[in-house]
């Protein structure tokens, strides 16, 4: 019961349509076509996988700095080097200026990299800094020694045509989003690289909801990675969201339409996905009455990646009752590692 009474919040977002998203403009043959090169038929993780990280770190700029605490909050700029794979939809991809920056807020106590730093990992409409800070209690990990970053997720935030709204998903024109999600990957690598070029060598993830299933993706990628990886209801199944439906088309909603959908997630959801990072360094709290990051798609991801660090809370995706186990979870991870 109350489980199912923490998951009714979780309803206006896993079920009802998102008013800011359009209607999908192209006929059915096209649409058809494009999802299909998002067949996961189409790509071979070790001969030719679909995600792809940079090399080396991008050029940044420091475009603001402020007095945070004891110490200081810099917001760094650097380009989105992302190139998408398909050629039908790089032009409106790249239209998209404002997502072609990524932002890498950095919350630190001096110019020295020797401190931890905890790299945070938004979920879907949480990211800008306010909310982040709020959410992830920026504040305390500062003050108990740590540096903190934040990881502007595309379409978020200045990566969006209008700051409130979330350009990520858009359940009317999945190739795009397939696209923006490893881009989101290929970003965090991006931001990842920075850091270690400031001289941070013990960086260590915290996800949530979206940036949970950021943290998968990434964890699909790297062989060796961040210390460690908390990732708290985690969405390793977009399905309910980017379920499409008749009035973002011109055309029928069928189950040809429906399984390509489906396909096409498939490419970059970690229910689907294999790990690369040492799954022992993974820690998942989930919500048993979610409705937006369902635990039983939960469990099965934790089962099938080998993931033992599992705990299971009572209550919905927003609403769950014992709000001292999830921060126990936490920073009883922060101390194991010893970051405090």
Request: charged share 25%; net charge neutral; proline share 7%.
């Amino acid at each position: 019961m109350l489980n199912t009474v923490g998951g009714v919040p979780d309803l206006a977002l896993a079920y009802f349509p998102d008013p800011t998203i359009g209607k999908n403009p192209l006929d059915r043959e096209t649409y058809l076509r494009r999802l299909a090169f998002y067949d996961p038929d189409r790509w071979d993780p070790k001969d030719r996988p679909f995600f792809y990280l940079p090399d080396d770190a991008p050029a940044d700029t420091v475009i603001e700095a402020e007095p945070f605490h004891s110490g200081r909050r810099d917001l760094v700029s650097y380009a989105s080097r992302y190139v998408p794979r398909n050629p039908e939809v790089a032009d409106r991809f790249e239209r998209r200026r404002e997502n072609l920056t990524g932002y890498l807020h950095l919350w630190r106590h001096d110019e020295s990299a020797d401190r931890p730093l905890v790299l945070i990992l938004h979920g879907l409409m949480m990211g800008g800094p306010f909310r982040a800070r709020r959410m992830f209690k920026v504040d305390r990990l500062f003050e108990q020694g740590l540096d903190v970053a934040l990881h502007t997720l595309p379409g978020h935030w200045r990566r969006s045509d209008f700051i409130m709204f979330q350009r990520l998903l858009d359940p009317a024109d999945i190739p795009m989003t397939v696209e923006r999600v490893a881009q989101n990957v290929h970003d965090l690598h991006s931001a990842v690289l920075l850091l270690r070029r400031l001289g941070y060598e013990r960086v260590g993830f915290i996800g949530a909801s979206m940036g949970g299933f950021t943290a998968a993706c990434y964890a699909a990628q790297v062989e060796h990675g961040p210390d460690f990886m908390f990732m708290a209801v985690p969405a390793v199944s977009l399905r309910h969201y980017l379920r499409p439906q008749s009035h973002r088309f011109s055309f029928p909603v069928d189950s040809e339409l429906s399984d390509a959908t489906l396909r096409a997630q498939e490419l970059c959801s970690p229910l689907y996905l294999k790990p690369r990072y040492d799954t022992y360094r993974i820690r998942v709290v989930a919500h048993a009455g979610d409705r937006v990051c369902e635990a039983k798609d939960t469990r099965r991801w934790v089962e099938s990646w080998g993931i033992e660090d599992y705990i299971e809370l009572v209550g919905g995706h927003w609403v769950y009752l014992d709000r001292h186990a999830r921060g126990d979870a936490w920073y009883g991870l922060l101390k194991q590692n010893g970051y405090i």
